[in-house]
């Protein structure tokens, strides 16, 4: 791996993380808040119920098949 | 001294529990180097990465604030919720008992033996003891570092950041000094928690403005949204608690259709 593709590697794993659904999921839902605030619709309700939905989704996917410690 | 605002005090209180987690994190690997190689070499390590992270908060500050307000809070928002994303899930994760916790004590035991392992004390001047004290202390600095950029300049007080980070790693220090042992009690999981709690909060609210929302009583949205984040995540451990079975608890078996329960053929 060259030095320019380590560095970008290093930028995308401290940025995105392991989750790189969470992160194209934070995009999209700012996105759509965009779009809706051009309206006349109130747009400030999108982005709690998509950080929900991106937590509760992110935990789902971490935990299946896992056990937890006592 | 002028008061400051909820957002302001937010801010504060957000980068010094960060900081403080991260600085005792790095605190371990520097007190396993000093106590087993050199303190004078993992200390020149903590300095030539303390010069560092300032100089990556002193070239990228300045060139944050001068974003316009409206494509600052819709980046600096949209970074600090994938953030406090991470942060969260993963304490999330921790305090259902799905992911290990950090135990310092025990990545104080690795690095020592590693350390120790290695043997061959030079008499001068430890390049490992260096190395390994600078990648701890910026490792774990970049993660401030970059919390106290976005916070800082998204409302325009990036010194205000700054001191809290000064002084968490102050706190930290003067701590380790008086233990001079790694510091286990620290409720980390808790601070991670909070943090991941408060960067959530805060770039889903930067966020949204930055991308055109008007949220309903300004920026007093934020005392609904801090506590709902915090209510939702704590269903969420509790619901995993509840959900996920404990490693070598054995499950009861699934009853077949028609057989009545607690009836083996």
Known sequence: MSRVQAFFSAVWDFVVGDDWRTALGVVLALGLTALVAETSVAAWWIMPLAVLALLALSIRRAARGATRSG | MAELSGAEIGLAVSVFLACTVEAVEAL?????????????????GVGAATLALAAIVAALGPALTALPIGVLRVVVGGLLLIFGLQWLRKAIL??????????????????????????????????????ISFKGVLLEGLEVAFIVLTFGANQKHVALAAVAAAVAVLVVIAAGAAARAPLARVPENTMKFAVGVMLSSFGMFWGAEGAGANWPGGDAALLALIPGVLIAANAIVWMLRRAVPVAGVEQPAPV??????????
């Open chain 2, 28 to 44: 371990t690997i520097v007190l396993a180097m000093g106590t087993t190689r050199s303190w004078s070499s993992a200390m020149s």
């Open chain 2, 94 to 131: 921790r305090s259902a008992g799905l992911k290990a916790k950090h135990d310092e004590l025990e990545i104080f035991r690795e690095e020592a033996e590693t350390a120790r392992a290695l043997g061959g004390k030079p008499a001068g001047f430890d390049a490992y003891a260096f190395t």
């Open chain 2, 256 to 265: 077949e259709a028609g057989e009545p329960a607690g009836v083996s053929a």
